[in-house]
Structures are given as C-alpha cells and as structure tokens.
C-alpha cells in the first residue's frame, strides 16, 4: 500500500509538463538537477540553526540589549491561590463573568481580587522586552545576509532581469550551487522557525503564521522538485528585502529611537507594498500563470504552485491591511500600539491598554515569508 501511494505521489503527470518523466531530470551531460531527496538535509541544517540562534541570542543580541539599556519588565508575581492557577492551567485564561462569580465564592476573594489575580497572572507569562528583541536580531540577521546571498546569486542571471528567461528550457535547467544553497538555506530556516513557532513571542495573527510557515515549506519545496528553481529563487528576493527593514525597525523601536524607528517603518511600509502587493503579484505569479502555457499545456503542477503563490499573496494581503491601519494611526497621531501583538494589560487598571514596547511595530516573519507583518517572520 505505502508503496502504491508512493507511485502515486510520484506521478510524472503530477508533477511535470506532457511527454516529460523524471528520467528527463536525471542527471547527465553536465546539467546538475535538483532531488527530493536533497530536502531531507533541511532537518539537521534547521536544528543547527535553533544551536546557532541560541548562541547568537546569549552572546551578541543579549549584550547589544544590555548597551541600549533594554531591560525586561519586572512583573508582580500573583498571590498563590491553588483553585485559581488550576482552573487557569486546565480551563482559561480568560474567565467569564460567570467564571469570576463562581471562583470568587470558592475563594472567598472579592470579584475585583480575582480579575487582578487573572491579569497578574497573564502578564507573568508574557514574553518581556528582551526576549521579543532577541527574537527580533536574529531574524534581522538571517534576512539582511538572505537578501545580500540572494542578490549576489541572482544579479548576473538574465532571468532577473526578463522573467521570460525564468522558463527558458524549462524544465531541463541545470541547478547552479548558489541556488543549491539559496533554497536550502532559505527552507532550513523556516523549518526552524517552524519548530520554535509555540515558543517564540505569540501574536494575534499565530494562525495566519503557521499557515504561511506551511504553505512556503510547500511551495519550496514543491518548486524545488519540480525544476522550479528560477522562479523559487525570484519569490525568495522579492519577500526578504522588506522583512530586513521590519526586524530593524523593530530593534530601534525596543531601544526607544523614535525617529530612527519611524523613519525605518515608514520605509517598509512602502518597501513591502511595493513587493508584495505590485512586485510579486503583477510580475512574479504573472510569470508562473500566463508564460509557462505558451510552452506546454498546463497540469496539475502549474495549477498547485500558482494556488499556492495566491495564497501568499492573500496573507500579504491581509498582512498590508495591518501596516495601513498602523501608518494611518501613526499619520493621526492615535498609534498606540501594534494591532498584531497580544495586549499586556496594566496590574492596577481594570482596563487592557495596548503593549508600550511594540508600539508601531509587530512580528516579522517573511514568506516564502515571509513573512510578511508576520512575517511577516515574512516568508516567503
């Protein structure tokens, strides 16, 4: 059975154009192709990346917060109260009324009591300032040395230039080894995202995260078997360059440079509009969706990876909505806080106000990531 699904995952009309097998992708005549089998060193690299952000966050992010004056928070530790840290770990965080009535018999606490216990309690487990710029200096890095890696093996290739040349003997283009070690690199990283993704700073959008991890693990990796290694490559660039601004705005933001700050996050803004909303959608998956059928009929494969693309660009969407929401109340003056981040709420006010240390800003998590705002931790 594990043997017929296999032929069947395997399928050539799946995967490539008519009248091509993955004997046409074999090896030969010096053309070098990429294999399936080549994505199982993803595993390793990603933990290699867990070990080496590790070590970047203790010896270079901590020591750069500690020369900004970054300091986290210190929050006041709740009463110790055994019915109320049971009910918080098995039933909610985030009692009803009819919750708060109940527990408040049982306690013999005031229903004010129990309300300030819940919010101490919420803010003890809230990441402080020093983990979200940690967080935020590793992403910073990685994307700045992608984009930089991702300009030099892309500025001498014509099909940066003339998407046209990205299908050019398509699909019997040899893979070059700085688009080897692009992709690899690039999925290795979002795989290590990906497990991290419960222990990093969790936001508002953590769904719209996870399906943008998954759907840009899909399609690199899709891509990737499929020789669709040109336009893998082009989707890659356009999602980087803006995460690079977003994560460093983001570090100014912790360290309390306003201006720097601003001036950084307004440039994003126009640098994310610009590749994700123009760029990706008007050149990227219109290269995917209209060249590709001029060669050859379309199958299964052209119709996923486009899906695919329009699903990113959906998220980019949806990630656009927040940074124009964000830059129209930073234009009135009302930006407060980051409409992406979980609020922490105050220990003496009966109301929630929105988190001071990410104001204007959010997570970044790129495409392929993306990203994106969430992206953005971007993919791409």
Not at 172 to 201: A, G, N
Not at 316 to 337: P, S
């Amino acid at each position: 059975m594990f043997r017929t699904i296999q032929e069947w995952f395997w399928w050539d009309r799946i995967w490539l154009p008519v009248n091509l097998t993955w004997a046409d992708l074999e090896d030969r005549e010096g053309r070098v192709y990429a294999k399936a089998s080549d994505l199982y060193a993803t595993v390793p690299y990603a933990i290699l990346f867990l070990l080496v952000r590790y070590l970047f966050e203790r010896s270079v992010a901590t020591p750069l917060a500690t020369s900004f004056g970054i300091r986290d928070k210190i929050q006041q530790k709740p009463a110790d109260n055994a019915i109320l840290e049971k009910f918080f770990i098995s039933r909610s965080r985030n009692p009803g009324q009819n919750d708060i009535d109940g527990l408040s018999k049982k306690c013999g606490w005031t229903r004010r009591q129990v309300e300030r216990w819940f919010r101490k309690r919420r803010n003890r487990d809230r990441p402080g300032l020093l983990k979200k710029f940690r967080e935020a200096s590793w992403r910073c890095v990685f994307y700045l040395s992608a984009c930089i890696g991702g300009f030099i093996a892309l500025n001498d290739k014509p099909w940066f230039y003339d998407t046209r040349e990205v299908w050019a003997g398509f699909p019997k283009q040899t893979m070059l080894p700085s688009q080897y070690w692009y992709y690899i690199i690039e999925l290795s990283f979002y795989l290590s995202l990906l497990f991290r993704i419960t222990f990093d700073v969790k936001r508002k959008d953590f769904k719209e995260q996870v399906i943008h991890h998954v759907a840009t693990l899909t399609l690199l990796s899709f891509s990737w078997c499929a020789n669709y290694i040109r336009i893998g490559t082009m989707v890659m660039i356009t999602h980087d360059v803006s995460d690079v601004l977003l994560e460093s705005a983001k570090l100014f933001n912790y360290a309390k440079w306003e201006r720097t700050c601003n001036s950084i996050f307004v440039l994003f803004a126009v640098i994310f509009i610009l590749t994700r909303l123009v760029i990706f959608p008007f050149w990227l998956i219109h290269c995917t969706w209209v060249y590709p059928v001029e060669l050859y009929p379309a199958f299964f494969g052209y119709y996923f990876f486009n899906v695919m693309l329009v699903v990113l660009l959906l998220l980019h969407i949806f990630w656009a909505y927040l940074i124009l929401h964000m830059v129209k109340k930073f234009i009135f003056g009302n930006l407060t806080g980051d409409d992406r981040s979980d609020n922490e709420e105050e220990e003496d006010a009966g109301s929630i106000t929105e988190d001071e240390t990410y104001q204007k800003l959010g997570n970044g998590s790129g495409p392929v990531g993306a990203n994106g705002v969430s992206g953005a931790n971007g993919t791409h």
